[in-house]
């Protein structure tokens, strides 16, 4: 099973709860700044709900983004000791963004959030029926635009990266015959076309 590390910017963002984090596969470290002295009661019960899956780090010193290079050198850390790992920082910081794309082109699975619930393993978990699969797929293929897989073997690995390689093969297949049944997509051979 992937771990999946979530790292907030709480300085950025403050989370309610952490109550969707508490499953086996996420561990959360929570970045606190300097002077942030208070932190809401539900929020705190949520991460010690977690156990050792949970965890404070309280910056000692102050200075431009000092919380930033403080979750840069944490991935750095825990993508050494663990390179399949899945990196969500949570920031509305879009000043991560270079060094997301740097570690993409490295191969380190990472993205940035603006909201826990955001987190894409979460949204695609909540996926339970096919139905909900077939829109979430839509929406993705929709976003793609011109670059939409043009092979049935790069369809089913973009639907399988899509639900974070969660579904089995069956799984993701039956989903490609659904969305052939519905007219969304024409396979002939190892082609693929689209009418969405």
């Given at each position: 099973m992937?771990?999946?590390?979530?790292?907030?910017?709480?300085?950025?963002?403050?989370?309610?709860s952490l109550e969707q984090l508490d499953h086996d596969q996420f561990k959360v470290l929570v970045f606190v700044g300097m002077y942030q002295?208070?932190?809401p009661f539900e929020f705190a019960a949520s991460l010690q709900r977690l156990g050792d899956r949970g965890k404070y780090i309280k910056l000692t010193g102050n200075g431009p983004n000092a919380?930033?290079?403080?979750i840069t050198y944490y991935i750095g850390q825990?993508?050494?000791?663990?390179?399949?790992?899945?990196f969500h920082i949570i920031s509305k910081d879009a000043g991560?963004?270079?060094?997301?794309q740097h570690l993409k082109a490295t191969k380190i699975l990472v993205g940035r959030v603006t909201s826990v619930s955001d987190i894409p393993l979460l949204k695609t978990s909540n996926c339970k029926s096919s139905t909900?699969?077939?829109e979430m797929i839509l929406g993705r293929?929709?976003?793609?635009?011109?670059?939409?897989p043009k092979k049935v073997e790069t369809l089913t690995s973009t639907i399988a990266a899509l639900f974070q390689k969660q579904l089995s093969d069956k799984e993701v297949s039956g989903l490609i015959n659904e969305l052939s049944t519905k007219g969304y997509v024409t396979v002939s051979g190892t082609k693929v076309s689209y009418a969405i």
């Open positions: 992937r771990i999946n590390y979530v790292l907030i910017d709480f300085e950025n963002i403050q989370p309610d002295e208070k932190l919380l930033d290079f403080h825990l993508a050494a000791a663990d390179p399949t790992a899945y991560y963004d270079p060094l997301i909900d699969r077939i293929l929709r976003g793609l635009k011109a670059a939409k």
